[in-house]
């Protein structure tokens, strides 16, 4: 059974469920968490509603290592998410004093009610803030949930800083494999392989390139080697049917 630590992401917000904004930060802390040898199990997208937040939370962080939320931190009338975390956990919101000092030397005289919203937090102990380089506004650390900002870049420098903190694991690599044919022609193939391979998760996935099927095949694993040897026996089923694999240099 595997030790590595675990992982919910929780991105938080009607504009990602609406389309009108993409996610950019599962593909950024799935890549990290990876690295790290922490095993992102889940990702969730969660609208700005109290009740859904809460049970979101509350469901996710008695099940994994750790949470990161994304989003709702911000100054306005629905950045929720500080408040929904402090009711998940039975708390009230309250003001940093470290936070409410480095944002009002970051503003100046241009501080205002509403910037000072994000230095709310949750009160009570095992709270901690999350160093925020780029606008200062933290985010914060509340047991095993980690509450981030959802702008790409503010988010993934919070991530960095508290990289460090977290228990890492062995890291998973990724390697993969295509060719132009048709996974139906090497699903009995691709069995085949992964019962050879039960430490390897290998996944099949079909797409349209230059008009014509291809199939990517991806192994992930801890064990470099153990990839290289299963996506060498895929590159000989794909090559018994007529179609030459294409591979990336490995490592």
């Known amino acids: 059974m595997s030790t590595a630590p675990t992982a919910c992401l929780l991105i938080i917000g009607d504009e990602i469920l609406s389309g009108r904004t993409q996610d950019a930060n599962l593909k950024f802390i799935g890549n990290r968490m990876a690295e790290m040898g922490i095993r992102l199990l889940e990702a969730?997208?969660?609208?700005?509603?109290?009740?859904?937040?809460?049970e979101a939370l509350n469901m996710c962080r008695v099940r994994y290592t750790y949470i990161f939320t994304t989003g709702g931190i911000g100054p306005?009338?629905?950045?929720?998410t500080t408040a929904c975390v402090a009711k998940a956990f039975?708390?009230?919101?309250?003001?940093?004093?470290?936070?409410?000092?480095?944002?009002?030397?970051?503003?100046?005289?241009?501080?205002?009610?509403?910037?000072?919203?994000?230095?709310?937090?949750?009160?009570g102990p095992s709270v901690e803030l999350i160093n925020n380089r780029i606008t200062a506004a933290p985010g914060y650390r509340i047991e095993n949930v980690y509450v981030l900002a959802g702008i790409p870049n503010i988010a993934q420098a919070m991530f960095e800083a508290i990289a460090p903190t977290l228990k890492s694991g062995d890291p998973l690599h990724s390697s993969h494999v295509d060719a132009f044919v048709r996974e139906s022609e090497i699903a009995a193939e691709l069995s085949k392989i992964q019962s050879n391979y039960p430490h390897v998760s290998i996944g099949s996935y079909p797409s349209l390139r230059e008009d014509?099927?291809?199939?990517?095949?991806?192994?992930?694993?801890?064990?470099?080697?153990?990839?290289?040897?299963?996506?060498?026996?895929?590159?000989?089923?794909?090559?018994?049917?007529?179609?030459?694999?294409?591979?990336?240099?490995?490592?």
């Open 76 to 80: 306005t009338h629905d950045d929720i």
């Open 90 to 123: 039975g708390r009230n919101v309250v003001r940093n004093p470290e936070a409410v000092k480095t944002l009002m030397a970051y503003y100046g005289e241009r501080a205002n009610d509403a910037r000072l919203k994000m230095t709310e937090v949750p009160d």
């Open 44 to 54: 969730r997208v969660v609208p700005d509603d109290p009740d859904a937040i809460v």
């Open 212 to 251: 014509k099927f291809c199939t990517s095949v991806v192994a992930r694993s801890t064990d470099q080697t153990a990839i290289d040897a299963a996506l060498g026996e895929v590159a000989d089923a794909m090559r018994k049917k007529g179609a030459e694999p294409i591979r990336p240099p490995l490592g």
